[in-house]
């Protein structure tokens, strides 16, 4: 049959057994398993855009219907001899331009599994892998929106167009909820992981009730220091532990506390939990954001303050905030602390662990008797820190020996749970 007479049938709409009709030269619509139908754009293993036996026969990568050299790049009977423009197989081989199954190994343009391997123009799960365009894990498309990332296992991933996991998956960098890319804890504060911060009873400070000396650091005098402004009178000690990561790059840290200390009075911030009705016998939520302290009072703070300021943070935070305005603001005992909460800090930065108490007496770990007529330290508290990572190798009750007396310090055990970053 002449090229004209087989115009004429296509045109009147009749498709011999064989035949090459405008057909076979149409892209399909995208289906699943390719970027077109059947014999589309990937017929199996194949890479080009037509219907059965379109541009790509069982490993081949050319463009024709079915009657088309087995692999080959012109129809049978084509403008060469038979099979196309070379041997029988098209322009080169069985096959396709190369060697079986294409224009390369077996299966295309590349080894086994190559440009056309099952399903696309890429290895297993390519190019037309599910509704998508990548490998395994990777650019894959579930209902036009990416499912998986853009990448493979362990890369950028997303569901529903938005973030899942954050920037990468497993192995990855990830965050809940498009938080941020997964950063490994030990990389950015790796002294935060398991520090044990302890309000250490010393100093020759005279006590009373159930108060332990709470002096300055080095300090031998029997007589706290003096100031005219509450900020800078009593004992103040500080703890600063650096930021690793990359300097100036923005980290979130979730963190678990368990402790126990005494209470406080904040003000003009926000606490973790509002209108909290403390518990006397259990973990309480003493997070605190932002504020100074309420009063000048002589019960002691923990506080954490970050530098270089983050912007738009409130970068000094409170860890013993109880609600103000009540009777449990400042009392005469500690309290079991037990949360978890965040913060941010930038790479290269710090974070400086403050107590500050203005009379250099702190409230020791006596458990619940809030008397202040008791002056026994009777009931110290213990804290369960199972599931801390890394676990707790201190003693509990810790205890302070100062001239031959124990006494019962406050303290608070960290577990980084997360670093993320933007």
Known sequence: MNRTTLRMLCVAGFALAGAACSQGTQTNPVTEGGTASSGGAASNGGASSSNTGGSASSGGKTAT???????????????????GTADTGGTADTGGAGDTGGS?????????????????VAKTGGVTSSGGAAKTGGVT???????????????????GGGKTGGASAAGGATG??????????????????GFYWEGTCSGNIVT???????????????????????????????????????????????????????????????????????????????WYVGGVQATNSIWNTYELHVTPAVPNEANVYFLNAFPLGTVWCEKEASYQIGYTASFKVLGGGTMKFTIHDSNCLAQQNCGPDDSASTTTCAAPR?????????AATFTQPPKNSVGGTTYYPQWLYFDVKSVTSP
């Open 176 to 193: 809940a909820g498009g938080g941020g890319a997964s950063v490994s804890p030990a990389d950015v504060v790796p002294d935060l992981m």
């Open 104 to 120: 390369g190994d077996t299966g295309g343009a590349n080894n086994a599994g190559g440009v056309t391997a099952s399903g696309g």
């Open 208 to 286: 009373h009730g159930k108060n332990c000396p709470f002096a300055p650091v080095g300090s031998t005098s029997a007589t706290c220091p003096s100031a005219t402004t509450w900020d800078a009178r009593g004992a103040i000690r500080d703890t600063t532990l650096n930021v690793k990561g990359t300097p100036g790059t923005q980290y979130t840290i979730t963190f678990d506390v368990r402790g126990v200390a005494g209470t406080r009075c904040y003000t003009g911030g926000t606490p973790a939990v509002a209108n909290m009705t403390p518990n006397a016998n259990g973990p309480n939520n003493t």
């Open 141 to 159: 498309s579930s209902g036009g929106g990416k499912t998986g990332g853009a990448s493979a296992t362990g890369g950028v991933t997303a569901a």
């Open 65 to 83: 219907n079915t009657g088309g050299a087995t692999g080959g790049s012109v129809a049978t009977g084509g403008t060469g001899d038979t099979g």
């Open 382 to 390: 213990t804290v369960d820190l199972s599931g801390m990572t890394p």
